[in-house]
């Protein structure tokens, strides 16, 4: 990584998404309401949010999730901070020199406030922004990224922004994928599902306000200024590491998971994978692109609840991939991401 004067030193912000504090319901609960208060997650006038996300979503929901939580809680927390916390360690290593790794979450902690005060403290040239999500997301990206500089903004004599776009095409990035895909033997398996985490249609509907979502061929191709929708970045992912892995289009299926209502993106992952075992398939080999870290949503949807509804669709084995997480060639993708961010 080329650095800005043979004085300088950047503070690199590794940014996810977030996690509770503890596998308990009150830590899970207001996770949960931090999150989904958000107004880029849930865009709702702000009292139907607040009634539908305090009086429904969280009572409901958060119970269930704390148990979730419970099933994969690990020695340093969830499986994302745990993963986050070993990325930036082995990044750490990698870059070397003065400059610093730090992390943030988006909702809970280690909080963006923290990093911000600790890297204004280090006396640092720049702070290079990395939002951890391949596919740009106005619930993801979008609002890590406005929060980040909107607590700049309070904070005086701090450095220079730089924030790193989007991956989802990035060659060291499908690299990593195709580099995890192949520690199995991809011939034991009939089928390949790549799942990304859904959106609400209304997301989707603001980039393409005078287009239906519907009748979108970004399945097919990516269409012009597709850079700016996380459906046809998606697809574009997927197309990517089909071709990376020489799977031909009847081998692999792409769909979206974690759903809260029917008027999300689609296929959903389920009834995907319940409609390969009505088709008499196996074996399946499962990827969730739009996840640099395993979480909740991989080692317990994918990873449990949806090999369980794929075995009993009469399926033998729906094998989750595991997600990027620390590995060699992620921390190697990620270095040159950052590195590249710095020439444009």
């Given at each position: ?20 504090d ?16 958000d ?10 949010r ?6 429904i ?37 990698k ?38 999500f391949p ?9 890590a ?24 095409n ?22 390949f ?12 509907q603001?980039?393409h ?46 769909a ?7 008027n ?16 008499g ?26 090999a ?13 991939l ?9 921390v190697?993708a ?11």
């Amino acid at each position: 990584m080329s650095r800005l004067s043979e004085n300088s030193r950047k503070a690199i912000l590794l940014l996810n998404v977030g996690t509770p504090d503890k596998a308990e319901l009150g830590s899970v609960r207001k996770y949960l309401s931090e999150f989904l208060n958000d107004p880029l997650v849930v865009d709702l006038p702000w009292l139907l949010r607040k009634i539908l996300v305090n009086l429904i979503i969280v009572p409901f929901r958060a119970p269930k999730s704390t148990k979730l939580y419970q099933q994969v809680w690990e020695t340093n927390g969830s499986p994302l901070l745990s993963n986050t916390l070993k990325l930036q360690t082995k990044l750490q290593a990698k870059i070397g020199g003065g400059d610093q790794v730090f992390i943030a979450m988006r909702y809970g902690n280690p909080s963006i406030r923290l990093a911000l005060n600790q890297i204004k403290k280090g006396a640092f040239d720049q702070l290079i922004l990395v939002p951890l999500f391949p596919q740009y997301a106005q619930s993801t990206s979008q609002t890590a990224i406005q929060e980040v500089k909107r607590l700049v903004a309070t904070l005086n004599d701090f450095p220079p922004l730089k924030i790193v776009g989007q991956f989802y095409n990035h060659p060291e990035f499908i690299q990593a994928w195709v580099s995890r895909a192949k520690e199995y033997d991809l011939n034991l398996f009939d089928h390949f599902v790549f799942s990304f985490h859904g959106l609400p249609l209304s997301h989707i509907q603001k980039i393409h306000p005078h287009h239906d979502n519907a009748n979108c061929m970004c399945n097919i191709e990516m269409p012009p200024n597709g850079q700016d929708c996380y459906k046809a970045t998606c697809y574009a992912t997927a197309r990517q590491l089909a071709f990376a892995l020489n799977l031909k289009t009847h081998n692999y299926s792409i769909a979206f998971q974690s759903r809260l209502s029917k008027n999300w993106l689609s296929p959903f992952t389920d009834k995907v994978i319940l409609r390969l075992a009505k088709e008499g398939k196996k074996k399946v080999l499962i990827f969730a692109p739009s996840f640099v870290a395993d979480c909740l949503e991989t080692k317990v949807e994918l990873g449990v609840e949806y090999a369980d509804l794929f075995r009993k669709a009469g399926g033998e084995k729906l094998q989750l991939l595991e997600s990027l997480n620390d590995t060699d060639a992620w921390v190697k993708a990620l270095y040159a991401i950052i590195s590249e961010s710095e020439k444009n």
